[in-house]
């Protein structure tokens, strides 16, 4: 058996593989598909088969040409041989189903890996060996902690402090999910009742392996939004209340950098602007100058303003809207701040959390146009 742990939080990164005895064997994700192909495409559609190619991420990891990256974003790399193809697929399969246990106390999770004996570990304990490969009973997979082993850094500073920079395990383990037992798998891995695998009799929970949920839909189940706007003689007073409904951590969470955008716009009949303004929140990581960097080059953080588990956030909004028109409310998720964007040179992607639209003015016998004020709901 071999044994290795990721989770290097706090400590400087490993100069070499801290393994006695590497190089067992690994395959790659469509060998496994060739019996699990639902699993199979679910887990292509998901961030952790683009772990160790994200655009983002290669560009960090090639700026802070720090070894540690690889040990969450490409496991296996530590572990196996470097030219298994399965080294190069990020977080596939074969690095968490090679997860045997994880450590019951740590603050920061650590895991075990059993790469030898082509074992799979799963959350099943009655699974059968089939001709391919033999199953390990873990419970641990219905357990946070198989998560947060990876979803859970800091970084280590030179005043002996250290920076969070991923922190959706430690927040989880701090909310009332963590009290009631909602683990992150409830949400990101939904379970459905059918065969985990080709050729098998035995019905099962199977859990979706998209971790983002159908065409990426969780993003939109996150944020409660409440829009209630009054005029005062063509100045508009639009207040937006942002509830975290559906997280069991802070909105964004990820990697720090990532960003909530709430944009308002007044615009008139035409469509033309007449004002217009927005808002972050996110968490900014600065250097010695107080520069917001990417967390490598960070010394502290400057601000956090993101949103808690099941916290309510308001924003306070006045527009010069004297042409009668309408109210455009935008939230999206972007992937990271235009700062971080703009120093690595790789665009930000934008995923919409919700938009609302409420009309003003107009005709006071005008059909179907509203008079302010107004107040719209939207649930996630
Ligand atoms: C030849 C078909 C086949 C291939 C290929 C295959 N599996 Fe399986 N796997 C099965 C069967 C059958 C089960 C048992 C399902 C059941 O009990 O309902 C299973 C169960 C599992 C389980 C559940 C184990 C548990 O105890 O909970 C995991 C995890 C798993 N496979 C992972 C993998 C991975 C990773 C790969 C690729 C390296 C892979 N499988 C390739 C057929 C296959
Ligand atoms: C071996 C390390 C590792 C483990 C274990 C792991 N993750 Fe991840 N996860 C990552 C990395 C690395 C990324 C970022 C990938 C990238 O570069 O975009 C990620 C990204 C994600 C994302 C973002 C998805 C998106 O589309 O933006 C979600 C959600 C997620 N993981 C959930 C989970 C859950 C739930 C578990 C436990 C069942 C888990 N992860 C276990 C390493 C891991
Ligand atoms: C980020 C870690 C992670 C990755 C990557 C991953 N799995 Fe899983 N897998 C899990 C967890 C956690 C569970 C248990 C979820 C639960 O029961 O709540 C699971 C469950 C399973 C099961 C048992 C049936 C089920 O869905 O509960 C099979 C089979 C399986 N995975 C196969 C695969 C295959 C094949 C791949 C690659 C295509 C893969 N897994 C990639 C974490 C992962
Ligand atoms: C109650 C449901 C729920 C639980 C429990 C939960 N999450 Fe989430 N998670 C969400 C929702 C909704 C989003 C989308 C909002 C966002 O991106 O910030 C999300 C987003 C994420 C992201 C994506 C970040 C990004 O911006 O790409 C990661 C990573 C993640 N969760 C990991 C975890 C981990 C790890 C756990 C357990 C320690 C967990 N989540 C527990 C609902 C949940
Ligand atoms: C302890 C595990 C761990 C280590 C070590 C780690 N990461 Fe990550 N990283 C994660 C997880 C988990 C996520 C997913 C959270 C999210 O969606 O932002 C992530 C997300 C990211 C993202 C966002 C991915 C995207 O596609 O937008 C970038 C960029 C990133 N990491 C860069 C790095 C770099 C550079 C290093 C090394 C200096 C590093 N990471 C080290 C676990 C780790």
Known sequence: MQEASASPSA???????????????????DRCGDCHSMLHAEWKTSAHARARHAPLYVAMRDQSKNPVCEVCHAPLAGLTAPAERAVDEGVTCEACHAIR??????????????????????????AKDNYFHKVGCAPAFRD????????????????????PIIT????????????????????HMPAEMTYAATGTE?????????????????????????????????????SVVLKNEGAGHAVPSGVAGRQVVVRVQALDEKGQMQAREERMLGRVLVDEAGREVPFYLARAEKSDNRIAPGEAR???????????GSLVIEVAWRSA????????????EERSMGKIEIPFGGKRSGKG???LPKTVVVRP
């Open 168 to 187: 959706e395990f430690t927040e989880w383990r701090a909310s009332s999910f963590a009290v009631s037992g909602t683990a992150c798998q409830e949400c």
């Open 369 to 371: 146009r509203e008079h």
């Open 11 to 29: 400590s400087p990164p490993p100069d070499k593989p801290s393994l006695e005895k590497p190089r067992a064997r690994a395959f790659p994700a």
């Open 314 to 324: 308001t924003l306070a909004f006045e527009l010069d809207a004297p042409q009668p």
């Open 202 to 238: 035995r019905k099962v929970r199977v859990a979706h392996h998209g971790f983002m949920g159908e065409k990426g839909e969780l993003v939109r189940k996150a944020l409660g939004i409440v829009a209630s706007a009054t005029d005062h003689a063509g100045k508009i007073a639009l």
């Open 337 to 348: 701040s235009p700062a971080i964007s703009e120093a690595l040179g790789v665009p930000a």
């Open 101 to 126: 246990d994880v450590g019951e106390d740590a603050a920061e999770p650590r895991y075990t890996f059993d790469l030898e004996g082509n074992r799979k570990f799963g959350p099943y304990c009655d």
């Open 144 to 163: 946070a902690r198989v998560c947060g082993g990876c979803h859970a850094f800091s970084m280590p500073l030179a005043d002996g402090k250290s920076l």
